[in-house]
């Protein structure tokens, strides 16, 4: 059996699908115990059905600073002292420049960026000293798409955030780094109410693109951001590409 995660404690928002429900799996298959939030009460009762006795399933809207405090409570409640906590909750939209509402800017920014923001204050006075964050930015950081400028601004405030974090947490040696994905395999590939069509379009434009040859996987994101947590000791304020070579690496589309 694997134990390489034994008697670490974590928590992962958004962790009811895709990335942060492979990162869940492959924490608690690693002997860790973990607290997961989510808002979608679909996802929250799969999530309870599939996982075991070591994961504290929350519906926890990371966008209300309520729901964030509660969650802390309700984390010092089950878990006490965390060894490491992934902020992976987000929102994505695709929407074009003069189509984009003031409700649209709001949501991913109170989802992605505030949301973000208090839940590291909120949650880390219960990280261990020597403990970790890690937050999901995106390849978005460092590219431009067209129709997702308000969700590359969110997700570019994060990733200023986690050398910020980095700066300030170094007294406790806790260590906040990011995980930035590319085209990854997920229900909604990481754009909210797109439509099976979209979805279809958008992977194949992944394949195309990245200069890998395919879109990556949950469990491959998942990877990068635990060897973060708890493998690269001597990293903080860094963000690692899980992208394929999408960012970084100029390659003949196949």
Not at 45 to 74: C, F, K, N, Q, Y
Not at 161 to 173: H, I, K, T, W
Request: no cysteine; hydrophobic share 45%.
């Amino acid at each position: 059996m694997d134990s390489r995660y034994a008697g670490k404690k974590a928590v992962v928002t958004g962790g009811t699908i895709g990335m942060g429900l492979a990162t869940v799996k492959a924490l608690l298959a690693g002997g860790a115990e973990v607290l997961l939030t989510g808002r979608n009460e679909k996802n929250l009762e799969a999530a309870r059905r599939e996982l075991g006795p070591r994961a504290h399933v929350v519906r926890s809207d990371t966008s209300s600073l309520a729901d964030i405090e509660a969650l802390a409570r309700t984390v010092e409640e089950k878990l006490g002292r965390v060894d490491f906590v992934f902020i992976n909750a987000g929102v994505a939209q695709l929407t074009p420049l003069g189509k984009v509402s003031e409700a649209d800017y709001d949501d991913m920014f109170n989802v992605n960026t505030k949301g973000a923001y208090f839940t590291v204050q909120k949650l880390a006075p219960l990280v261990r000293d020597g403990g970790s964050f890690v937050f999901t930015t995106s390849v978005a950081n460092v590219m431009g798409y067209p129709g997702m400028s308000v969700y590359s601004g969110t997700k570019a405030a994060v990733r200023s955030f986690a050398q910020g974090f980095a700066a300030e947490l170094l007294s406790r040696n806790i260590r906040v780094n990011a995980v930035s994905p590319g085209f990854i395999k997920t229900p909604t590939l990481g754009v909210a109410k797109a439509t099976p069509e979209e979805l279809a379009a958008f992977e194949q434009e992944g394949n195309t693109v990245t200069p890998m040859g395919r879109i990556g996987t949950s469990e491959e994101v998942a990877r990068a951001a635990l060897f973060l947590a708890f493998e690269a000791t001597f990293t903080t304020g860094a963000e690692l590409p899980v992208d394929g070579g999408l960012a970084y690496v100029n390659a003949p589309h196949r």
